[in-house]
C-alpha cells in the first residue's frame, strides 16, 4: 500500500484543487493511504469536498510573530518537516510553485519521491526569472514535475533538462458534483426565454472579466434576450462591479458570486465564453464542452488550443484581436444557429478523451514508478 502526501495551499475554488479533490477521493478506493496538507493559514474557505478516508493536517501560523514573514515561513517549513518525518510517506506530490518550492525545502535531506506540480504553460513563472539558477539546485531530486501539455514539456526540457517530466492534463467529472458553496438556482435567476452567455473563474485581472463585459455590451442592443452572468469571487469584484455601473448594464451583467452547483449552470447556459489570455489547462472550458456548450476562448499559448479546433468544436480568438475579436464571436454564436449548434454537438468527445478514469490511469503510471 503506497503511502501519499499531497500538498495543497488551500482547497479552495481552483483548478489545482479540484485535480486534488479527484485523487484524494480516486487513491484511498485503491487502497492508498493519502493525507492531505494545505499551507494556507487564513480565511480562505474550503470549497470542494474531500474523502472521508483521506487525512487532512493544515500548517499554523507562528502566533508570536505573525508580521514577521520570514519566521512564519520557517516555522511552516519546520512543521512541514515534522509531518514528513512522522508520517514517512513513500511519495509527496505537490501544487503550484509557491508550494512546490516549499516541499522541496522541506524534504531536503529526506528519502522520499517527491513529485511537483506546475500548472502555467511557463512552468514556475509565479516566481522571479532571477532565481531560476535556485530552482533547477533545488528541483534537481524531483523525480518528476507535471504539466498539462505538450508545449509546457519541451519549455521544461530546454529549461530543466535533466528533470523528468510527464504531461497529465486535468480530467472532468461529468456530471460535476455538488460543492461546497451557494446553490443558486439559475432557472429562479433568469426566465427560460432569457439566454445566457456564461462565464466562469476567480474574478482576477489576468481572467479579462472586464473586456468581455465590454465586448457583450457592443452586440447587446442587437440582441436583447442575451444576458451574461460571471460567476466566480476574487479580488477585481469592487472593479468589475463599479464597471458595471460605468456601461450601464446593470440590468443584463450579472455577477452572483461563486456557486457550488456549477452542472445546473452548465446545463442552463447557451453560450461559454473563456476570456483569459493565458491559461495552463482551463478546467471551467473543459467543464463547459462536456455539456455540449458551444464555447469561444482566446487562443492562449496553452490550454484552449488542446481541447478547441477552431470552427470544429468551438471558436478560437487570436489574442490580438482582442474586445473585437471578442465580440465579433459572441455575435456569430448568436446569430448563426446551424454553426452554434454544430460546435455543440461536436464538443461531446471531450468527456471521454478526459474522463476520470482516462486520466488517473496516467497519474497511477506515474505512481507505479516510484
Known sequence: MKNIIILVSAMNLGGAQRVVSILCDHWPKNGYKVTLISTFTGKKTDHYKVNDQVAL???????????????????????????????????II?????????????????????????????????????????YRILFRSVK??????????SWLDKHFSKINVDVIPNPISYPLPLQKGNKLDPNTVFPRDRNLILAS???????????????????????QNWDLVILGEGEERKNLENLLIDLKASNRIFLPGGVGNMSEWYQRADLFVL?????????????????????????????????IQDGLNGILINPQENEEGLSKAIKRVII?????????NNSAHIRDKYSVGSIMQKWNNVLDKY
Open 336 to 344: 448563426d444557429e446551424p454553426f452554434r449548434i454544430k460546435i455543440s
Open 201 to 223: 473563474g476567480r474574478l482576477h485581472k489576468f481572467k479579462q472579466f472586464d473586456l468581455l463585459m465590454k465586448a457583450f455590451c457592443e452586440i447587446k442592443d442587437e440582441h
Open 94 to 134: 505537490s501544487f503550484l510553485t509557491r508550494v512546490n518550492v516549499a516541499a522541496a525545502l522541506a524534504t531536503l535531506g529526506i528519502k522520499v519521491s517527491l513529485i511537483i506540480c506546475e500548472r502555467t504553460w511557463k512552468p514556475f513563472n509565479t516566481l522571479s526569472n532571477n532565481f531560476f539558477w535556485m
Open 144 to 153: 518528476s514535475i507535471i504539466v498539462q501539455t505538450d508545449e509546457s514539456r
Open 275 to 307: 476570456s483569459s489570455l493565458v491559461e495552463g489547462f482551463p478546467n471551467v472550458l473543459l467543464e463547459a464542452m462536456s455539456y455540449e456548450l458551444p464555447c469561444i476562448s482566446f487562443d492562449c499559448d496553452t490550454g484552449p488550443r488542446d481541447m
Open 57 to 91: 493536517k493544515s500548517l499554523r501560523n507562528n502566533s508570536i510573530l505573525p508580521k514577521i514573514k520570514i519566521l512564519n515561513l520557517i516555522a511552516k517549513l519546520t512543521q512541514l518537516r515534522k509531518i514528513i518525518l512522522d508520517e514517512n510517506p513513500d511519495i
